[in-house]
């Protein structure tokens, strides 16, 4: 039967996406192609998932539209969904709240509604973030950690997706499993993000601004190793034996972090990105952003204990691909 990935035309929905297609599964793409960042470059990894997939099927809607999405989603008897869809970036919540409670608040429900009423839905996998964890101070960030202090509505919004989750998997016993996300990077990125924008900076000869002066740390976690956590998750559905899982829960939902387990100084990701580009960066040392946490870090011990998950791209080795990927996509010699 075929799987659901939303977010398909994403950074990560992509990649999901090509790893199920990859294995033999037929997938079903949605993604509304909204123009928060490039929608060519959206379109651009669509088109590589349709130019070797026969088995992808694509529907742009819009998951916050929920007569949409039911309508578009009726020819088809999915089973497994992998909900990765999501308005994202910390920074443009604070401009523009009301695209977070549309596509993440609405749209997670929606997405509830149509698994709960999906004779024989056996998983829906869905994003959360590193974000969750806010203004703590332990480290590394473990999913047994209270998640109540968001400083972000983009964190809020996530926390809460992860209440109704749970609340579905209490009150309908739909399996569930969230997933902290650490700082995802790699080919097919997002533009939005430091290392896209970094290496677009320093090849332009522009400065770089680097917040919090650059004292800050980040759990960057290879994109191939976030893909990996995705699909042993939705392969191992949360057990209905009512006892307590990763995050808490006694119901069938689990959650887990996924990172790479290693906090990396922002400053030591800026120079090897500037060995992979053979440039120096000028730095535009700036304050703390509002909404943006000091350092992020992933325990990832739940999952490795639950499903043998162990990340393998150290920044060393995913930083200079995501670079060769860069040039190649911006035919850059």
Known sequence: MPILVTGAAGFIGHHV????????????????????????LKRARLAELER??????????????NAALLEALKPYAIDRVVHLGAQAGVR???????????????????????????????????????????????????????????ISLYAATKKAD???????????????TGL??????????????????????????????VFNHGDMRRDFTYIDDIVTGVVACLDNP????????????VSPHRVYNIGNNRSEPLLRMIEILEKALGREAR??????????????????????????????TPIDVGVP???????????IN
């Open 92 to 150: 443009y919540s604070i401009t523009h709240p009301h695209a977070y409670v549309t596509a993440n608040l609405v749209g997670h429900l929606n997405i509830l509604e149509y698994c709960r009423h999906t004779e024989g839905m056996k998983h829906l996998v869905y994003a959360s973030s590193s974000s969750v964890y806010g203004s703590n101070k332990k480290l590394p960030f473990a999913v047994e950690d209270r998640v109540d202090l968001p």
């Open 180 to 209: 902290r996300f650490f700082t995802v990077y790699g080919p097919w990125g997002r533009p939005d993000m430091a290392m896209w924008l970094f290496t677009d900076a320093i090849l332009k000869g522009e400065p770089i601004k």
């Open 52 to 65: 070797t997939h026969n088995s992808f099927s694509f529907l742009q809607v819009d998951f916050a539209d």
């Open 283 to 312: 730095k535009e040392l700036l304050p703390m952003q509002p909404g943006d946490v000091r350092e992020t870090y992933a325990d990832i011990s739940a999952i490795q204990n639950d499903l043998g998950f162990q990340p393998t």
């Open 17 to 40: 996406a090509k790893r199920l297609l990859d294995r033999g599964e037929q997938v079903i793409g949605l993604d509304n192609l909204n123009d928060y960042y490039s929608v060519d």
């Open 321 to 331: 691909r995501f670079v060769e990927w860069f040039k190649h996509y911006h035919k």
């Open 162 to 176: 992860e209440l109704m989750s749970e609340v579905y998997a209490h009150l309908y016993r739909l399996p569930q």
């Open 238 to 249: 949360p057990p209905d034996d009512g006892q307590p899982k990763a995050g808490g829960s």
